[in-house]
């Protein structure tokens, strides 16, 4: 697949980020790049590895249409971006354990030994686990591939916009998902920038740091 990455400064790519309220509408992002933004992203860490973000890519007409009255605050960011990405948690993540493993063991990374061993320690694991312990879990998680999802969109040239106002406790059903298995965490609308954006304040690091 042909890249078109334009940037690996990393420097850049963190200190150009804004969040970007309005795209150029005539910029649309090919499937190809999106899935090869995507697959940078989902190389974010994750809580043993289970990866339980799922990644809707709403970019269709219908679908900007179906999430337009459930952002009804962020209506520019769903009109004029190339796409919106709406990034859940799946609490039944573990259902993906065989297929992560199992791979890890094809590809050389562990004896089938230790991929026994760490599934069946796991599975108790997920069995004592609460809903609300497993929903702080992939919170964390999916925070940490849409962090991972904009700086990838950065160095691709794109800009981006994390949104958490809108209808978490009705997104998941208007797209045909089970919402008590699906946990909504952010919306991030993602598209060529129309404008520069606007520079932020960050607060010192002896504010939001301390040594012991």
């Known amino acids: 697949m042909t890249t078109a990455q334009i940037t690996n400064d990393f420097k850049e790519i963190l200190t150009g980020r804004r969040s970007i309220k309005k795209y150029d509408p005539t910029v649309k992002i090919t499937r190809a790049e999106m899935e090869e933004i ?6 974010a860490p994750s809580s043993v590895n289970m990866q339980p973000w799922r990644l809707l890519v709403i970019d269709s007409p219908e679908g900007k249409a179906t999430l337009a009255p459930l952002a009804r605050f962020n209506q520019t960011q769903v009109e004029t971006s190339s796409a919106v990405i709406a990034v859940f948690g799946d609490l039944n993540n573990f259902e993906n354990a065989e297929e992560i493993y199992g791979k890890a063991v094809e590809m050389g990374h562990m004896p089938m030994e230790v991929k026994e061993n760490i599934l069946a320690s796991f599975a108790g694991y997920y069995e004592r686990t ?3 312990e497993m929903k702080d879990v992939v919170l964390i998680d999916g925070g940490l ?3 991972q999802l904009m700086l990838a969109a950065r160095a691709f040239g794109y800009d981006t916009n994390p949104i958490g106002g809108y209808e978490k406790d009705k997104i998941a059903e208007a797209f045909g998902m089970d919402k008590d298995r699906y946990v909504p965490v952010m919306l991030i609308s993602i598209g060529k920038a129309a404008d520069g954006g606007h520079a932020s304040v960050r607060l010192p690091i002896d504010k939001v740091a301390q040594w012991k």
């Open 130 to 132: 609460t809903t609300e």
């Open 145 to 147: 591939v849409s962090m």
């Open 38 to 43: 995507l697959t940078i992203a989902t190389l």
